[in-house]
Antibody, heavy 119, light 109 residues
Framework: EVQLVESGGGLVQPGGSLRLTCAASGFTFSNYWMSWVRQAPGKGLEWMTN????????YIVDSVKGRFTISRDNAKNSLYLQINNLRADDTAVYYC????????????WGQGTLVTVSS | QTVVTQEPSLTVSPGGTVTLTCASNTGAVTSGYFPSWVQQKPGQAPRTLIYSTNNKHSWTPARFSGSLLGGKAALTLSSVQPEDEAEYYC?????????FGGGTKLTVL
């Protein structure tokens, strides 16, 4: 069974940093693109960043360039999102999402981890 | 900046048919934007129903179908069930950048 379990969220002060982790299981992690998508409270979905199978390609939304970094450790079946200089508008649930293999798209989503930025 | 537009809300009767659409301010949506449709029910994580225009996952009910319609991506629900009430998001791939639409709140009434 495919599982994506996010962790690392919590309450953090503005200007702080967090590293989110997505633990993957039930599939060969190193064969898949992975992405992070966030959702602010009461708002829609917003794509943040994605990474290819061997981490040689990474793409990120312009609005968070320089503050967000995606990475992965295929040996640990884990995806990461480093978030620096956190701002109040980064408050959101952050979801880990798996890409499809045969055609561009997504399939499995994690349950998300909540990041709250507040003093 | 790419903006993806969806109907903010739609209402459909049980057993009816409804089509949700997804437009891009950059022009006609084509298969090269690999449109996806994501369903989210209150308090739940999203789940992808349709990817690359019209491809379904194993969990996608047969009554859901994706297509291109008049320069837009479209999601059609046939024989709508009460459990289809949810928010539906369109996702387009613009090169290496993904862009979600604002979502359509579908009410089954």
């Amino acid at each position: 069974e495919v599982q994506l379990v996010e962790s690392g969220g919590g309450l953090v002060q503005p200007g702080g940093s967090l590293r989110l982790t997505c633990a993957a299981s039930g599939f060969t992690f190193s064969n898949y693109w992975m992405s992070w998508v966030r959702q602010a409270p009461g708002k829609g979905l917003e794509w943040m960043t994605n990474i290819n199978e061997d981490a040689s390609e990474k793409y990120i939304v312009d609005s968070v360039k320089g503050r967000f970094t995606i990475s992965r450790d295929n040996a640990k079946n884990s995806l990461y999102l480093q978030i620096n200089n956190l701002r109040a508008d980064d408050t959101a649930v952050y979801y880990c999402v798996r890409g499809t293999v045969t055609l561009p798209g997504t399939d499995y989503w994690g349950q998300g981890t909540l990041v709250t930025v507040s003093s | 900046q790419t903006v993806v537009t969806q109907e903010p809300s739609l209402t459909v009767s049980p057993g009816g048919t409804v089509t949700l659409t997804c437009a891009s301010n950059t022009g006609a949506v084509t298969s090269g934007y690999f449109p996806s449709w994501v369903q989210q029910k209150p308090g739940q994580a999203p789940r992808t129903l349709i990817y690359s225009t019209n491809n379904k996952h194993s969990w996608t009910p047969a009554r859901f179908s994706g297509s291109l319609l008049g320069g837009k991506a479209a999601l059609t629900l046939s024989s709508v069930q009460p459990e289809d009430e949810a928010e539906y998001y369109c996702l387009l791939t613009h090169g290496n950048v993904w862009v979600f639409g604002g979502g359509t709140k579908l009410t089954v009434l």
